[in-house]
Structures are given as structure tokens and as C-alpha cells.
């Protein structure tokens, strides 16, 4: 498989042109023109760039790659080392941010929500990535935060109290806590994200719609996998996962 061949399928399925994004979504980093082994990982940190090099990779695929809106465009240290590190072992990255968050199929919250039984019944938020809906059956907030640190490996932090009853339910992986307000006037009972901020919990406990903040790292895990699985099966090639932990 070529990477162009590589970049254009993905293209072609998450449609990076309908987002304004943060960052440029597709190549980041161009290496090999070749490719047999895709790795796959959250975050292009150099611990995955690591990883990935030393199982033989020749693209790794992330939701979070580099050259972010605002920040300092210079290659220079822990950039410079990153890339320096693609560009001696030839390896390309392609980074898929807005559009894999939102993708239909093998969209981080698509995917989350099907880990954890909610039943999509619409989108809201930015550009429509976050997700509303219900429990496929109804449980108690205690009992869905023990789902949710079952399914993740991780135990959220949970606001609200532990015997409300959770049917309807909103959620939107990452740092979505400015979602917030919008669920809670959307009339569901709780709304899950990656992260949380301090009024966060004030709009929690005086709108009695519980939060649950499960990581950022932790919910945005099965996107990138879900897309990595699917091309390396297209293009008959290697696909692996890394699972770096973060506690955020």
C-alpha cells in the first residue's frame, strides 16, 4: 500500500474539509512512500513514536498529532526531537482530530457509546461532534460509573448522587466539560466527558444532571483503533494499537 493510497481512503472516509479544525488533519509527517505496518495511538508522544519505530511501523495514525492553532510553529526541542524521530526512522504521521471525534462509524464518541450501551438519539455542540441519547437500560448513577470504570479501566470522577436514576444521558470524549450547559438543557440526567472544570461541578449539583469525568486519554482510545483496524484490513496490512497510559 502507498502511503497517498493511505492518506486519500482515509480521506475519503472522515472528510477532513468539513471541519475547522485546530490542526491539519492527514499527514503530518511525511516518511516512506511504502506501507506494511500501521501503528496506532492517542497522542504522538514520543513514547509512541518509540513504540511504533521499534515494532517496525511505516505510519502511525493518532488523534492528537502537532502544529496546533496558537502554538509556537518552531521545530525546535521536544517538537524537534518528535519529528527528528519520524524523519530518521521514515516513518509518516497522519493525525485525524474534529473529524475522527465525530465520524459516524469510527468516531471516538460512536465508539465510546457503543462500549458503553448509550443509544444515539442526536448531536449537539461544535460542529455536531458530541452525542445524545439514552441508556439501553436505565441504571443508577453508582451503577453507571461502575460500568463506565469497568469498561475504560479507569474509575471516573463522578458528580451528583449515586442513587439517581440515568436514562437519558449526553457525551463527548476529550475536553468537552464546556458542553456542559448545553446538555443540561438538552433534559438529560447526566452528562459524560474526559475532563472537568471547577464550575463544572457548581452547574452539576444546582441543575441536579450529573457529571461524570472519565479522561481524556481513556475515552478517546477507541477512534483511532477503530479506523487503524479497518484500513489495515482494506489495504491487507499490520495494524497495532499502543496503549500508552495517561491519567487524564
Not at 468539513?18 to 490542526?23: E, L, P, Q, T, V
Not at 471516538?108 to 442526536?122: A, I, S, Y
Not at 447526566?190 to 441543575?207: D, M
Request: aromatic share 8%; glycine share 8%; hydrophobic share 40%.
Amino acid at each position: 500500500m502507498l502511503l497517498s493510497d493511505l492518506r486519500d481512503y482515509i480521506a475519503d472516509i472522515v472528510e477532513p474539509d468539513r471541519f475547522r479544525d485546530y490542526c491539519p488533519n492527514g499527514v503530518q509527517v511525511e516518511g516512506k512512500a511504502e506501507i506494511c505496518r500501521i501503528a496506532s495511538g492517542v497522542t504522538a508522544s514520543k513514547d509512541l513514536l518509540e513504540a511504533a519505530t521499534a515494532w517496525n511501523a511505516d505510519a502511525i495514525l493518532v488523534h492528537h498529532g502537532y502544529f496546533w492553532r496558537n502554538e509556537d510553529m518552531a521545530v525546535t526541542g521536544i517538537k524537534k526531537q518528535r519529528i527528528a524521530h519520524l524523519l530518521r526512522h521514515d516513518v509518516s504521521l497522519l493525525a485525524y482530530h474534529l473529524p475522527l471525534d465525530a465520524h459516524a462509524k469510527f468516531g471516538n464518541n460512536v465508539q465510546l457509546g457503543m462500549r458503553l450501551d448509550f443509544v444515539e438519539r442526536g448531536r449537539f455542540g461544535e460542529q455536531d461532534i458530541a452525542c445524545h441519547g439514552e441508556l439501553a437500560q436505565t441504571q443508577t448513577l453508582t451503577q453507571l460509573a461502575n460500568r463506565v470504570a469497568h469498561s475504560l479501566n479507569r474509575t471516573p470522577l463522578v458528580i451528583g448522587e449515586g442513587d439517581t436514576i440515568i436514562h437519558k444521558i449526553a457525551w463527548c470524549t476529550g475536553a468537552a466539560q464546556s458542553y456542559f450547559e448545553s446538555a443540561v438543557a438538552l433534559g438529560v440526567d447526566a452528562f459524560l466527558t474526559g475532563e472537568i472544570s471547577e464550575q463544572n461541578v457548581h452547574l452539576a449539583r444546582e441543575s441536579g444532571v450529573a457529571f461524570i469525568a472519565a479522561g481524556h486519554h481513556a475515552t478517546e482510545r477507541y477512534g483511532i483503533q477503530a479506523l487503524g483496524e479497518h484500513v489495515a484490513e482494506h489495504f491487507g496490512v499490520e495494524h497495532r494499537f499502543f496503549e500508552l497510559e495517561n491519567p487524564v
